[in-house]
């Protein structure tokens, strides 16, 4: 039986793989819960599973989700804060943990699971973006293990040979006779809108996507294709692969999630209906595969598949966000943050869809910080740089 923390328990990742383990509650135990402020939904999941320890983000929520516990008489121990989410990330009886925890608070408990040896099943994709270069180090002197779990890279992982899966990070892909990493976007609600149709989109289209159901920030960072620069960062290091390894592909089925291009000329591809189960259960399985109760893709019925390049004009800050990788980790954690900032003004309507790329290439080129050296250069950069975003945001608001 694997021990299991799952960190961001409330949010759809971590309701997703306890879903998975209540179908093989002989496999997996449920030891610990990190989660936010969704004192009912953890409430529930700890009805569900009774696990030794919770810890919320906040003291209040902390203290709702204790009391509550103790009505129904559930023994569950309850924590709060930073350093309290740290800990359960990195208790000595885990075997994997889930770091699911979105943005920059997710870093520290990440880094904690691998400084304590664990299995880590990543879907937080700060912890790459902006400590890729750091935390690949960190992963080279401890016996932790990387796992991605989001769909594009999950997929790449399923389709690389043993070796490279158990060495992530690590191992050459030309050793293994990979030539390219083809990395695949939807192209989000507004692939075929016209460069004056964007300017005009509301928060409620851009959430609306038209194969997966996601939350409300990676939604528009998908509509932006924001996302899929993103995901290309996180490549470059999960894979260990160069610029020239790794292409970027318009598939607005969301069927293929990747594929690999071998040198001699053999493609593989991994293919499947867009429901992130099937890759989280990969990586709680891994090396094995186990059933799952998942539709499967109906080749018969769905045999048109298409491929096209991404059009760089009208979705700028996938450009920014590839160009921005080679500038260092400084540059992509002030973009990072930068677009987080951007985005939430977005939502909040205090500016155009369009003008996300504005805040963020003016808050990348007003910035000027050295290379971090630990998690905490990190958040100091990542603090700054969202102080001017909230500048630049004010100079392009309605």
Same mark, same amino acid.
């Given at each position: ?13 971590? #309701?997703?793989?306890?879903?998975? =383990? ?72 885990? +075997? ?17 699971? /691998? ?62 006779? =990979? ?22 989109? #509301? ?17 528009? +960072?998908?509509? #932006? ?38 040198? +001699? ?14 890759? =989280? ?41 590839? +160009? ?62 969202? /102080? ?11």
């Amino acid at each position: 039986m694997k021990k299991i923390t799952i960190l961001g328990s409330s949010g759809s990742i971590g #309701t997703s793989t306890l879903s998975i =383990i209540r179908l093989y509650p002989n496999l997996f135990k449920v030891v610990a819960l990190v989660a936010n402020k969704n004192v009912t939904k953890v409430l529930e999941q700890c009805k569900i599973f009774s696990p030794e320890w919770v810890a919320m983000y906040h003291e209040k929520s902390a203290n709702s989700l204790s009391e509550k516990l103790r009505i129904k008489k559930i023994k569950t121990r309850v924590l709060f804060g930073a350093q309290a989410i740290c800990q359960l990330a990195s208790l000595s009886e885990i +075997d994997q943990v889930v770091c699911a925890i979105s943005g920059v608070a997710g870093l520290l408990p990440t880094l904690s699971a /691998i400084r304590a040896g664990k299995t880590i099943l990543l879907a937080n994709k700060e912890s790459l973006i902006t400590c890729g270069h750091l935390f690949m180090k960190e992963l080279s002197f401890s016996k932790a293990r990387i796992l991605p779990i989001d769909s594009e890279h999950n997929a790449v992982f399923q389709l690389l040979p043993l070796d490279i899966q158990k060495n992530l990070g690590i191992v050459n892909l030309k050793k293994s006779f =990979i030539k390219n990493i083809i990395l695949t976007a939807s192209g989000g609600p507004f692939y075929n809108f016209s460069i004056s149709q964007l300017k005009n989109v #509301t928060p409620i289209q851009a959430c609306s996507h038209p194969n997966w159901s996601m939350g409300k920030k990676i939604s528009v +960072d998908s509509a #932006t294709m924001m996302n899929k620069g993103l995901e290309y960062v996180e490549a470059r290091w999960l894979f260990h692969a160069s610029e020239s390894e790794i292409k970027i592909l318009i598939h607005p089925q969301s069927v293929v999630h990747a594929m690999i291009e071998y040198y +001699d000329g053999s493609i593989s591809a991994q293919l499947s209906i867009p429901n992130i189960k099937i890759f =989280i259960s990969y990586a709680m399985f891994w090396p094995h595969r186990l059933r799952l109760k998942s539709d499967f893709f109906n080749y018969l019925k769905n045999n048109n598949l298409s491929f096209f390049e991404p059009n760089f004009t009208k979705f700028p800050c996938l450009k920014l966000t590839i +160009d921005t990788f080679s500038e260092g980790q400084s540059a992509m954690t002030v973009l990072n943050a930068a677009n987080e900032i951007a985005v939430s003004a977005f939502l909040n309507r205090k500016i155009s869809f369009d003008k996300i790329y504005n805040v963020n290439l003016e808050t990348l080129m007003s910035s000027c910080f050295s290379e971090p050296n630990s998690i905490e250069d990190v958040l100091e950069i990542d603090r700054m740089a969202r /102080i001017l975003a909230m500048k630049k945001v004010l100079s392009f608001s309605f």
